[in-house]
């Protein structure tokens, strides 16, 4: 019986530049899909159009290039794909998983917050709408869901998730298809077999999981990467006014994340782009990478 290929993915949202976090991100994945022979896809996260812009797409696009970073395959776009969230979201219709909503953000602004910082919903809507009350998204149902996984960075992590998050959003007030669905979907469509990501998806990676098993698609191994933030520990983000990257030396740039991630061995003296990333393939080990969420950055 043959092994399955490694199957690793980069997935942007194009809402703004590239920055120091976001390398980051994408270096771990790569890294990781290259040391164990396997492929690397890019896919641009665009489900949210009205915060997504085509000039930042490209500008991705052509940074990725500037760092060195060799894709497999076409790129996948979110927003091609609305038909396949939508026969989804009717899967778990069908299995009376999913049920409609009225509440407005107002309406639940008095919940307790979750981890996330999101409202932990209190199913005013689980039983059915009351009279004279519209549908404006779609939740899935967790009662009784606790899920519990291994992640290969940051270890055991278990989540209640009627308790911790509440019946999650996934089809939103405004027509657009949650994150939490889209990015199921598109993993199992694409043969993800492990997701290196920033931490601060952690929180998130229990609803996909439970998300999978309803939708009977393969799991996914885990690999959560410390998250770089500022002085004042917010996560770096066009928000919080994360520097671009200019890519004019991306030797430099490429080893403060290298760094970053527990490789402090490399040598980037006098080095080509291409030389500097066949040796950190050769010496990357998720087991080096620091079993922590957060790194200010320049630590």
Known sequence: MSTPIYRGRFAPSPTGPLHFGSLV?????????????????????????PRCRPEYDKAIMLALEAYGFM????????????????????????KDLVYPCACTRK??????IAKDGAHIYPGTCAAGLSDGR???????????????????VQGVVSQD????????VLLRADGFFAYQLAVVVDDAEQGITRIVRGADLLD???????????????????AHLPVAVNAAGEKLSKQTLAKPLDGKN??????????????TSLKGNDT??????????????????????TIPQGT
């Open 25 to 49: 991100a994408a270096a771990g994945s790569y890294l990781d899909a290259r040391a164990n022979d396997g492929e690397w896809l890019v896919r641009m996260e665009d489900v949210d159009g």
């Open 71 to 94: 894709w497999n395959g076409t790129v996948m776009r979110q927003s091609d794909r609305p038909e396949a969230y939508r026969a989804a979201l009717d899967s778990l219709k069908n």
């Open 107 to 112: 309406e639940i602004s008095d919940s307790a």
């Open 134 to 152: 519209a549908s404006r998204s779609w939740r899935m149902r967790v009662a009784g869901e606790r899920i519990t996984f291994t992640d290969l």
């Open 161 to 168: 998730l009627e308790k911790e998050i509440g019946d999650f």
């Open 204 to 222: 998130s990676t229990p609803r996909q999981i439970c998300l999978q098993h309803h939708l009977g698609v393969a799991f996914t191994e885990y």
């Open 250 to 263: 991306p030797v430099a740039d490429l080893m403060a994340v290298f760094g970053f991630l527990g490789m």
């Open 272 to 293: 080509s782009v291409d030389d500097l990333w066949n040796q950190a393939i050769r010496l990357w080990s998720l087991d080096k990478v620091p079993k922590v969420r």
